[in-house]
């Protein structure tokens, strides 16, 4: 079962909080909520707060136990952008972008998928490679 949380129009750029939500990405849920309290970015304490609430989602609204929980996918959209002037030179304008991010935090109980070893030609045994001509 998956289980979400939304946070919307947060004051921090979506850029600087994909960084951190790629590090969480396919975690055990409690263990990426241990690994952001050691971040010492804003937006690690925002995807914190995200990650808290969809837990209590997860423990409240659908009876899961929160210890097999592991975050499917850490989605960081950007949001409103505040638009305002700041003052230049010789009386003319310049803008100033304030950005907003929404925060979206799906869990879920299934287990993670393991990875499959990519095969090449150097550990394929089938594909036969040819031998250069020996000069003697």
Sequence with gaps: ???????????????????????????????????LKFV????ARLISKTLKSALANAENNNNLNTDSLRIK?????????????????????GPIRKRTSHIKITLTDEPAPEKVKPTS????????????????
């Excluded at 010492?40 to 937006?43: E, G, S, T």
């Excluded at 959209?77 to 030179?89: D, P």
């Design 40 to 43: 010492p970015q804003k937006a």
């Design 73 to 93: 996918e850490a989605i960081i959209g950007e949001g409103i952008t505040i638009k305002r002037f700041a003052t230049r030179a010789r009386g003319s304008a």
């Design 121 to 136: 030609a150097k550990t394929n045994p089938s594909r036969k490679t040819k031998k250069a001509p020996s000069k003697e």
């Design 1 to 35: 079962m998956e289980v979400q949380a939304i946070t919307k129009n947060v004051r921090i750029s979506a850029f600087k909080c994909r960084d951190i939500a790629r590090n969480i990405q396919g975690k055990p849920a409690a263990a990426a909520l241990e690994n």
